[in-house]
């Protein structure tokens, strides 16, 4: 199972809602917001911080001094823009992790032993090859050899106009799958930590 780009679909609710419920929740938006905070982040790491306003205008001129503090970049971290992009990257993320969860868990249950032989057929990556054994024995063969080589391994008799045959379903690599859940999990972390060091409950007392 590869992680989905695309976003939660939802079937109620106005267009406008399910539109931006799924642009909110693709991966795309998300990472594009992640880039726009890594550049920010950069521009707060080479700019200093909380400088008085005096020591731009001596270093990069009035024209320059002005932007920075209209922008606020000398004060990055924050910054309304930046609180709000981590706000939407944290709404953006915790969606994306809502989506794929249920997945991935029917993923790390499933073994997939029922797909029919055709379907096998139409897959990308397909080789074929003659066995001079029996089906049980070269499936339990298989088997045993992926299951030396950590793969979890399922069999499955099945009955063909050939006669009966095995089907050998392995898994493995499941700690990947709990790898993205973790890693994007720790992105919502990092970022709710920066909203709470930008002075957000300060600034939502004051409103």
Known sequence: MSASTQGLRVSTGSQALRSAVELLSSMRFAISLLTVICIASVIGTVLKQHEPAVNYMNQFGPFWAQLFLSLKLNAVYSAWWFLLILAFLVVSTSLCIARNTPKIFNDLKAYKENIREQALKAFHHRAGA????????????????????????????RSTPQGDGWMVAARAGAANKIGYLAAHSAIVLVCVGGLLDGDLIVRAQMW
């Open 130 to 157: 003659d066995l001079t054994e029996p089906p049980q024995a070269a499936a339990q063969r298989i088997g045993q050899t992926l299951a030396t080589g950590g793969w979890k391994v399922r069999l499955q008799q």
